[in-house]
């Protein structure tokens, strides 16, 4: 059977930006505006106050990792509040170290901080399927995982693309699946929680080009159809023609981006009968015809 949420991952191709490492005193703030680039954060010693445009702040403490796979507007602070006219301290006392606040006094947190991005330029559709904020306490993989992706970044190693690509694969899908359940926002995560719709959820991926209609999907998931279709929708937040619709877009736009197939061969790889059916299906919902998008592609 295959992993969605693997498969998920992969396409969405996350490429390091930079990984540094925070050292704070004393009262601070930094703000960015990440443009929903994803950030993720490991607290390695202390406490601090992290905030996201739209959600409530939360309080990191040691062993902590926050992961927004597309994130705007984030803040890191300490949790008292800075004076008036507070001016920000922040010094690169070695690459990719920095310190924050007065050098004299002592550091209320140390933490590794970092940016990447994702180079699928469908990235949106499949994020839209991932939690907003992932927050896991107690967890050391992770940190192991952050330390790694930091050291690499630091080093000029041979291979150190695909190190790090690889690696962030890695901490992405183990941040993700600390956060299933039936407490998961709505998403993938959350749909295969429900053991009924993991069933469909992987029989869409194992068979994208399986002429699966939402009768058949709800047989193989065990449900009546007007209940598969109300609990998918709930679960995973789009209906399930939706969610197939856009898998096979984000496989046809893989193959025509990395391997330069031809349209009727992509078509037949993602589930159409005929080239023409296909070029309009691609059209519609990429803005332009899987010729032309193909041909805008950058050589890899």
């Not at 001016?87 to 901080?113: W, Y």
């Not at 929680?193 to 209609?213: F, K």
């Amino acid at each position: 059977m295959s992993d969605p949420l693997a498969q998920v991952v992969g396409l969405l191709q996350p490429r390091a930006s930079f990984s540094k490492l925070v050292i704070a005193s004393g009262a601070w703030t930094v703000r960015r505006s990440a443009e929903g680039r994803p950030f993720y954060c490991a607290v390695l010693e202390g406490s601090c106050r992290l905030s996201i445009a739209g959600r409530q702040s939360i309080t990191l403490e040691t062993g902590d990792f926050v992961l927004a796979p597309s994130a705007y507007d984030v803040a890191t602070s300490s949790l008292g509040t800075p004076p008036e006219g507070f001016d920000l301290q922040r010094v690169e006392i070695t690459p990719g170290v920095f310190r924050l606040g007065r050098p004299d006094d002592a550091p209320n947190v140390r933490m590794l901080v970092g940016h990447f991005a994702f180079v699928a330029d469908d990235a949106r559709l499949m994020v839209s399927l991932l939690p907003q904020l992932v927050h896991v306490r107690g967890q050391d993989r992770l940190t192991t995982l952050v330390e790694q992706v930091n050291g690499e970044t630091r080093a000029c190693r041979p291979g150190r693309d695909v190190v790090l690509a690889r690696l962030l694969e890695v901490l992405l899908i183990e941040a993700l699946r600390s956060t299933t359940g039936p407490a998961a926002p709505p998403g993938l995560l959350r749909g295969l929680a429900d053991n009924h719709l993991a069933v469909a959820l992987r029989g869409i991926h194992d068979g994208p080009t399986r002429g699966w209609t939402v009768a058949e999907l709800a047989r193989v998931a065990a449900l009546s159809r007007s209940t598969f279709f109300e609990r998918f929708r709930r679960e995973v937040g789009v209906s399930p023609m939706e969610y197939l619709l856009g898998w096979r877009m984000a496989l046809a736009k893989d193959l025509l981006r990395r391997n330069r197939l031809g349209v009727a061969v992509v078509a037949e790889r993602v589930g159409y009968g005929s080239a023409s059916t296909f070029s309009v299906a691609f059209a519609r919902h990429v803005g332009m015809p899987p010729i032309r998008y193909a041909r805008e592609q950058p050589a890899e």
